[in-house]
């Protein structure tokens, strides 16, 4: 007889999973990164966050998705792009605080 106790545990490593059953029906607003090239991270486990915030969503509240397709786990390597990826958190975060 096979035991399906490790396959229990292994569901509780879901990060996107156990996150996602603690989440109101009114998340807040959410700019959420990725990366093909994460050795630390699936790639479709942002996707599949993102997925689920927006099927439980019942406001308008913006849920965006941004991956990147070159960078790793630590984002971008370059100086200059990882500026540019700072720069388009802070703008997210200055749009959704109203600041024009």
């Given at each position: 007889m096979v035991s399906m106790r490790p396959v229990r545990h292994l569901k509780n490593l879901c990060q996107h999973r156990s996150t996602c059953a603690r989440l109101p029906t009114r998340?807040?607003?959410?700019?959420?990164?990725?990366?093909?090239?994460?050795?630390?991270?699936?790639?479709?486990?942002p996707l599949k966050y993102v997925t689920k915030l927006r099927r439980i969503k019942t406001d308008s509240n913006?849920?965006?998705?941004?991956?990147d397709f070159h960078a790793g786990h630590g984002g971008a390597s370059e100086k200059s792009k990882s500026m540019k990826e700072q720069a388009q958190h802070f703008a997210f975060m200055l749009d959704q605080l109203g600041v024009r």
């Open positions: 998340p807040p607003e959410a700019l959420v990164t990725a990366s093909q090239n994460d050795t630390m991270v699936g790639y479709w486990e913006p849920v965006l998705l941004k991956v």
